[in-house]
């Protein structure tokens, strides 16, 4: 009985493919990769004899060094003879012509018995013949195809214990008959040990029956390959030997352009190196064409390395990173070239930094990449080089000042909005010693505003934004500022002020490192056109937009933009875009738009758990305008739901963070969707709360659109008294509010009386015995919107565990 492919269907997949379309199939791999027991697979689901499919021939072609030994061996599997005079090569064409069989010839070394040209030979002769190669590397040969074959995929250092090179692990220690292994105990041990096999099956293997002979602890990382690294690089001429043991000295995989640099060759010269190295399977190359190399091979070739090759290499990405980068600070776009070798530009970058001779030259790269980066969302990418930048050494002032508060940014949207303001007090300092301070200080406070602004603390934003204007000594900060202010300005409903903050910072010209800012300065215009009921203005702006972004590759931007105009016109076909690896400040407008799509298809009780998701991580990243807009949404989908409690509540919270950031027209929406709960319910108030909305709106030339658009309660003359005030919400229109909707109870106060509606859910789960991941699939939310519950329970309960809290609820009841 053959052992299971643990992990390889895809790979079986590819070779069952790869056998119906072409006669010569080589499976090529490093040695211990399971090359052969993937072509028993293959044997196996083809019938032998003749009641089904081809029967196979097997040759066990790994100690054959000649191609007589290789064809004669061949003859015997397939049970032909030879007549006197005849050739070998002849023999084996008839022997296989008009005969339904597979040759398997398992471990063949193609360049010691130079098979290639034979076997292509006999192919081209034949109608029938059928050959699967096992080999290291490939003949290189019209007729053959190629399916490779990788190590098995070992966990990362924090992913969980798990898959087919764990499995394998396990299986094969029980084999041998070694204790049962504990991975939560053990996890640090297997871990050492599968990521010294390299995912390798075969090593994988070696190690568990040496860990069940030994134990865990005591075993060994397996050293067979080292011995064929070593063998393979004595046999190499000397530029080959001289490429593997560079391409060892780096720990990620490389394009050709990034090769040819660190082995000082000419792009051609180095394809040609890299490819000798892939026909020994000492190197592979993917479907880009990027180069890596296996980390056992490249263990060993890093070891082979001498110190003329870490400077080579050093000096060859550094030059590399230097012609590629942009050359001024502020340009870049999301398809440059050099982001596909993003991981060579980090090491080149960092390697630059830790260096004090380079690290100047390591840090003025580092401020040229960031545009890229942020342009084309990579924030962790960015986060991890430019705080690397710093953790190096202080490097000049002002270009210091520049990256510490370009890594503000980058934390701010990777870990919350505020994570990065130490990063701001940091450039701060760098500006301190910079030539010109006041220039560094005016662009920290612009930075500092778009900060408050995503956290919907506008006060601050525009405070800030007007010390940076004030600050800015030739001007160069005062367009990106005034566009803060704008935004400002049109969250608040203030339209003339915004409108004549766009027409201040939109250029007369644009230049190739602001263009972001005129793109987002037009989508401002077309969001105040959508609030003033300009529909087709706001489509054909947006739209604008969004074709302009994608010319320029300004994928930020547009891609916002997009998701406005995905509101706007429902047949626009949206871009694709993997939503997990998208920054929180832009993930959550993309998430609640998908939420809206969801209502409009009626799909009410997905689109509250997607709005659900979308408040929790908003809250948790604290974008706070992001959560009013998924609060409105999870409230309308409440609302279609019947879940008028859970719809009040939500909006009540909606409403109160209006009220806090200043933002009237979205707290006109929250009290359109509370006079619609109100209507439903028979509260005479119902028309007074729309009259509140309609009292926000009028001042501001506004109408009703969204959900607004989706009620219908007639306004009454007046809104409740004393909620408004001016044109704004007044400091007691949240308590009026709430009001309304509080009803005397004869039951007993109950410490649950803390939790909101969909706190009261989780908690009622918990008392049942299921976990997060259960509890999320009842609620249609994701576990991380569970567990974020269950800390806001916590918290006011003064708590700690789920056992407590069932006790609590048992309790209440």
């Not at 640090?188 to 030994?214: C, D, F, K, M, Y």
């Not at 070593?230 to 560079?246: E, N, V």
């Not at 609302?639 to 409690?645: A, I, N, R, S």
């Not at 009292?695 to 003359?717: E, I, K, N, Q, T």
């Amino acid at each position: 009985m053959l052992s299971p492919c643990l992990g390889r269907d895809e790979v079986r997949r590819a070779l069952h493919d790869a056998l119906a379309e072409s006669r010569w199939v080589s499976v090529v791999g490093p040695p211990g990769s399971g090359k052969t027991l993937l072509v028993r697979h293959l044997a196996a689901d083809s019938a032998t004899g003749p009641a089904g499919g081809p029967g196979v021939a097997w040759v066990d072609a790994r100690t054959l060094r000649t191609l007589d030994e290789l064809v004669v061996a061949a003859l015997e599997s397939l049970g032909a003879e030879t007549a006197p005079g005849d050739s070998l090569v002849g023999a084996l064409g008839r022997a296989v012509d008009g005969r339904d069989c597979l040759l398997v010839l398992d471990g063949l070394d193609l360049d010691a018995t130079g098979a290639g040209p034979v076997l292509q030979t006999v192919l081209e002769s034949t109608s029938d013949a059928r050959v699967v190669v096992t080999a290291l590397t490939t003949a290189r040969q019209p007729l053959e195809s190629v399916v490779r074959v990788g190590p098995l995929p070992v966990p990362a250092q924090r992913a969980p214990l798990e898959g087919p090179a764990v499995e394998l692990f396990l299986r094969r220690i029980r084999a041998a008959g070694g204790q049962r292994v504990d991975l939560t105990a053990q996890a640090h041990e297997v871990r050492r040990l599968l990521g010294a096999t390299g995912g390798l099956p075969l090593l994988i293997e070696q190690v568990a029956v040496q860990s069940a002979l030994v134990g865990l602890a005591n075993a060994m990382s397996a050293v067979s390959l080292d011995q064929a690294v070593d063998s393979a690089h004595a046999l190499l001429d000397d530029a080959s030997a001289t490429a593997l043991r560079r391409i060892g000295l780096l720990d990620f995989r490389v394009g050709l352009d990034v090769l040819a640099r660190v082995l000082d060759a000419s792009v051609p010269e180095a394809a040609e190196l890299a490819g000798n190295l892939v026909r020994r399977s000492l190197l592979e190359v993917d479907g880009q064409g990027q180069f890596d190399m296996l980390s056992p091979i490249r263990g060993r070739a890093r070891a082979l390395a001498r110190r003329s090759d870490h400077d080579a290499v050093a000096a060859g990405l550094l030059a590399w990173a230097q012609a590629h980068a942009p050359m001024h600070d502020n340009y870049g776009a999301a398809d440059a070239a050099w982001l596909r070798d993003l991981p060579a530009m980090r090491h080149a970058v960092l390697s630059a930094c830790a260096d004090p001779a380079t690290r100047a030259e390591g840090y003025s790269i580092a401020n040229r990449i960031f545009s890229s980066l942020y342009t084309s969302m990579r924030t962790r990418e960015a986060v991890e080089i430019l705080e690397g930048a710093l953790a190096s050494g202080d490097g000049p002032p002002e270009i210091g000042a520049q990256i510490a508060r370009r890594a503000g940014i980058a934390a701010s949207e990777m870990r919350g909005t505020y994570e990065g303001l130490w990063l701001l007090a940091r450039s701060d300092e760098h500006a301190s010693a910079a030539p010109n301070p006041a220039e560094q200080l005016c662009k920290t406070a612009s930075i500092r505003a778009e900060m408050h602004l995503d956290a919907g603390d506008l006060a601050s934003a525009e405070t800030e934004a007007e010390r940076a204007i004030d600050l800015d000594p030739d001007g160069s900060i005062t367009r990106q500022a005034t566009r803060t202010l704008a935004d400002v300005y049109t969250s608040q409903g203030r339209f003339s002020e915004a409108a004549r903050a766009v027409a201040a910072a939109m250029p007369a010209r644009t230049t190739g490192d602001e263009r972001w800012i005129d793109l987002s300065l037009r989508t401002l215009l077309a969001r105040i056109a959508l609030e003033q009921g300009r529909i087709a203005e706001a489509v054909a702006g947006t739209r604008a937009v969004v074709l302009e972004a994608r010319e320029l590759a300004e994928d930020r931007v547009g891609l916002l933009a997009e998701t406005l105009l995905r509101a706007l016109d429902p047949t626009w076909e949206a871009s694709p875009v993997v939503r997990e690896t998208l920054p929180w400040a832009v993930r959550l407008p993309v998430l609640a738009q998908d939420g809206r799509d969801l209502l409009v298809r009626g799909e009410s009780r997905q689109a509250a758990g997607l709005a659900a998701d979308v408040v929790a991580l908003a809250d948790s990243a604290r974008l706070g305008r992001d959560g009013v807009e998924a609060r409105l949404l999870l409230g309308r989908a409440l609302v279609d739901l019947g879940d008028l409690d859970q719809a009040t509540t939500t909006y009540l919270t909606a409403l109160e963070d209006c009220r806090s950031m200043r933002l009237p027209l979205r707290a006109a929406d929250v009290l359109d969707g509370l006079a619609a709960v109100a209507r439903v319910r028979g509260l005479p108030e119902a028309r007074s709360l729309a009259a509140a909305a309609l009292a926000l709106r009028a001042p501001r030339m506004a109408v009703r659109w969204g959900y607004s658009a989706d009620y219908d309660v007639v306004p009454a003359s007046r809104p409740p008294e004393g909620c408004i005030e001016g044109d704004e919400l007044s400091a007691d229109a949240v308590t009026l509010v709430t009001a309304v909707f509080q009803r005397p109870t004869s039951a007993q106060p109950s410490v649950l009386d803390a939790l909101t509606a969909a706190e009261r859910q989780v908690a009622e789960r918990v008392a049942h015995g299921l976990t997060s991941r259960q509890i999320a699939e009842e609620l249609f939310v994701s576990p991380r919107t569970v567990d974020a519950h269950l800390t806001h329970i916590y918290r006011k309960l003064d708590i700690n565990t789920r056992a407590r809290l069932a006790a609590l609820v048992v309790d209440s009841r």
